[in-house]
């Protein structure tokens, strides 16, 4: 093995040339896992990238809400591609030996948009709280200006702290084992094979862990016990429940991204009795799901993003409908295109303003 070492304070420090990721050595049936995660990527490639494209090529799209929708996507996008392509590699080419300086370029991106991952969430709760509990100043408080200023802030502390971390494994000796039993350069796993003192990193990914999932978390609960004590303020049963309907995908997102990893980082970090090959499994699945349902779940069953869909569908069956871009009548293809856009805004229209508090 060659060893890079550097000198530090009259010490040396000992970096290896990379690490060995073996989480998924000793799984039974791991050509159908990979076969699935490979079908997962793919969906969460395609519908995030729709979600993207319909959101930036849609004026009226262009709101807070939206933003925050847009966000979630383009994390969701970046933390599949930090993750799964290497996981197919190992299996594909058998070559799970990744270079020291990537390991700490993996470990950093997947922990940074994991953190902006659990705070776009708590971003949309946000959303839903202002929605809800102020509707009357739902403009002036949670405008497309402050919520810019929200998704930036989120991005700025979480690559800057966790650049942060990622740089104290520099601090590390690695003298013995380079095998990594996780699914990916894991921080913990990682820093639990040096063989100086690593005190600092423990503490370190503690904070993140509160960083990661006890601060949004706490949040998105405090926001949800506000927005149900609005509601059961509201007289209308009617109301109540179009008021609720409007949380009821994001809920479904916060239970799948957040308790799997609660239940994971809190027994098996803290407590450490988790079997380490049920950690790889469910933190992988943790990792890799959340980012494929969040456009299906949560974006494209939205009213908004519906209606534009149904709009591009629209436009592609009538524009192949006669040759030449005119039907049968001899009407303009683009005439046709804009009626139908027209009168579905009118519909979408009229639907809005018959739901409260959305």
């Known amino acids: 093995m060659s060893l890079y070492t550097t000198g530090l304070n009259d010490s040396v420090l000992i970096h290896p040339s990379g690490f060995y990721i073996v989480g998924f050595q000793s799984f039974p049936f791991i050509c159908i896992y990979f076969i699935f995660l490979a079908v997962i990527y793919v969906v969460t490639l395609f519908f995030n990238c729709v979600l993207i494209f319909i959101i930036a090529f849609n004026p009226s799209l262009h709101t807070p809400k939206f933003l925050a929708v847009v966000n979630l996507a383009v994390i969701d996008v970046i933390l599949s591609s930090c993750i799964i392509p290497s996981m197919i590699k190992i299996f594909l080419f058998k070559d799970n030996f990744v270079p020291f300086n990537l390991c700490l370029l993996q470990m950093f991106v997947y922990y940074a948009f994991g953190t ?153 970090f803290f407590l450490g009795v988790i079997d380490p090959n049920q950690r790889v499994m469910s933190l992988s699945l943790a990792s890799c799901i959340p980012p494929c349902i969040n456009p299906i779940i949560y974006s494209l069953k939205t009213k908004e993003i519906k209606t534009r869909v149904l709009v591009l569908v629209r436009k592609h069956k009538i524009g192949t409908q006669q040759p030449g871009g005119c039907l049968g009548n001899g009407q303009p293809v683009h005439s046709i295109n804009a009626f139908v856009l027209q009168e579905l805004l009118t519909h979408f229209s009229h639907m809005r303003s018959s739901i409260v508090l959305h």
């Open 116 to 268: 902006l991952e659990s705070y776009a969430l708590a971003i949309l709760a946000y959303d839903r709280l202002i929605a809800i509990c102020f509707p009357l100043r739902q403009h002036s408080i949670n405008s497309l200006r402050s919520m810019s200023c929200i998704v930036g802030l989120s991005w700025t502390f979480s690559l800057g702290i966790l650049s942060i971390a990622t740089n104290s494994m520099t601090q590390l000796s690695f003298c013995n084992s380079v095998q990594v039993l996780s699914y990916f350069c894991d921080y913990a796993p990682v820093f639990r094979l040096a063989c100086n003192d690593y005190t600092i990193q423990w503490y370190m990914a503690c904070f993140l862990t509160f960083l990661l999932l006890v601060g949004p978390f706490t949040f998105i609960i405090l926001s949800y016990i506000c927005i149900l004590v609005t509601v059961f303020k509201i007289k209308s049963l009617d109301s109540r429940i179009k008021a609720l309907t409007t949380c009821v995908e994001h809920l479904i997102l916060v239970a799948v991204f957040y308790f799997p990893l609660i239940i994971i980082f809190t027994v098996g």
